[in-house]
């Protein structure tokens, strides 16, 4: 499985960025897929989840601006993120569990300049 990041770049707060992510596979394959986000020195933490029952799961730091959205027959899945602020900032990832295993992306850094 392969996953692949993109749409990362730098946008001054208030502003919005669109994150894909393709997969190799359907995304009908996974348990679930998410965007999670890093920054340096600290712990990678979860964005959004969504499971393959249809339920988005959102950071409270994000929710009612960032929204995870599908399209089944690219195989892709987004982050469109609005009103973006610096503490946004960081290198994000997208993810996808099959059964035991835990696939990523290489990450796609955004920056939020105030």
């Known amino acids: 499985v392969q996953l692949q990041a993109s749409g990362g770049g730098e946008v001054q707060a208030g502003g919005s960025l669109r994150l894909s992510c393709a997969s190799s596979?359907?995304?009908?394959?996974?348990?679930?897929m998410g965007w999670y986000r890093q920054v340096p020195g600290k712990e990678r933490e979860l964005v959004v989840r969504?499971?393959?029952?249809?339920?988005?799961d959102y950071a409270d730091s994000v929710r009612g601006r960032f929204a995870f959205s599908t399209d089944v027959a690219k195989n892709t899945v987004y982050l469109k993120m609005n009103r973006l602020q610096p503490e946004d900032t960081g290198v994000y990832y997208c993810?996808?569990?099959?059964?035991?295993?835990?696939?990523w992306g290489q990450g796609t850094q955004v920056t939020v300049s105030s």
């Open positions: 596979e359907s995304i009908y394959s996974f348990d679930g």
């Open positions: 969504f499971t393959s029952a249809g339920r988005a």
């Open positions: 993810n996808g569990q099959q059964r035991s295993s835990n696939y």
